[in-house]
């Protein structure tokens, strides 16, 4: 299967950056040209060698692309697909790392040129950092790749960004739209929500004092806080366009929730052990599937907070 020989980047935050030095890592000769929307945004990813060229608007950075991935919120992509499709090369591929597949398709899919090929993917990786500078070769290494084809997808099309994912490090996987949407809002969408309610919640709490909050902060909190600190602006975009699936996952939530607050309340010994015993085996399940490391404080680094 023959490498892109031209990858446009769209936004140039932390997946775009990190799609950058991955290429780089792995030797690959495509040119590498980018847009985002600030000048300073622009200019640091020049400066850093994130890409060969940077312009003003993603219709000049299409231009001769045979891969385009889109790494901007989801809220922005149809606008963006409108902007592109008169300057997409026949042939060309058409992605994007969005963390919602069903919105984004039909947002992209109408603007579509004929021999144009649309097949959405999501990363499943990342951090709380965003920016140009964020961005680090092995964020992808041994984390999921889902990509959620439509009907009319080539499949050799589909095959050669397989390919492109696999050789960044990471597993690649074929999902079903809809199905992906319901898992992401399993295993992501929601639990970021709870982590911004848990803070809010103790932003609050008058009885607590925010001092107290950031100085005792060296436990669970600290956890909620990290993913808590995600892009507003793609989180706001990620829970209206994933909407059905989040609030059919924050009804399973809710239940168990109130599963919990009755045993706490009658002080059912049993049923806390028992519940607390089963999800500690699915957090040990993460970490024998090599998704996390045992290692205090996420596993990170000094140079990687």
């Known amino acids: ?27 690959m000769a495509a040119r590498i040209t980018g847009t985002a929307r600030s000048k300073e945004t622009q200019e640091t990813a020049l400066e850093i060698g994130l890409v060969d060229a940077v312009f ?4 000049e950075a299409v231009k ?12 922005v992509m149809g606008a963006i697909a409108e902007e592109i499709a008169p300057h997409l090369s026949e042939g060309c591929t058409v992605s994007d790392v969005g963390s919602v597949k069903r919105a984004v398709a039909e947002a992209i899919r109408p603007h579509m040129p004929d021999g144009v090929h649309l097949i959405p993917a999501h990363p499943m990786a990342g951090t709380e950092k965003s920016g140009p500078e964020a961005g680090f070769a092995s964020l992808f290494d041994n984390r999921w790749l889902l990509i959620t084809p439509l009907p009319e997808s080539d499949h050799t099309a589909v ?9 960044l490090g990471s597993n690649v996987e074929i999902m079903e739209i809809e199905h992906h949407d319901l898992v992401a809002a399993v295993i992501s969408h929601t639990p970021h929500l709870i982590a911004y309610t848990m803070v809010g919640v103790a932003d609050g709490m008058n ?42 996952v924050l009804g399973r939530f809710t239940e168990e929730l109130f599963a919990l607050q009755r045993a706490i309340r009658l002080g059912d010994g049993d049923f806390l052990f028992d519940y607390f015993t089963r999800t500690r085996d ?3 399940s993460i970490i024998d599937a090599g998704q996390d490391t045992e290692a205090a404080d996420f596993g990170r680094t000094k140079s990687e907070k």
């Open 207 to 248: 009885r607590v004092a925010k001092t107290e909050v950031v100085n005792y902060s060296a436990a669970g909190f600290r956890d909620f806080t990290r993913i808590a600190a995600s892009d507003p602006t793609m989180w706001r975009d990620v829970f209206l366009n994933n909407k059905d699936a989040t609030l059919e």
């Open 56 to 59: 003003d608007t993603a219709a």
């Open 1 to 27: 299967m023959s490498q892109y020989k031209h990858v446009a980047l769209i936004g140039l935050g932390l997946l775009a950056s990190s799609i950058s030095l991955a290429m780089r890592r792995a030797d």
């Open 282 to 284: 699915i957090r040990r």
């Open 159 to 167: 095959k050669r960004l397989v390919d492109f994912w696999t050789t």
């Open 64 to 75: 001769g692309a045979d891969l385009v991935i889109l790494c901007v919120p989801v809220g």
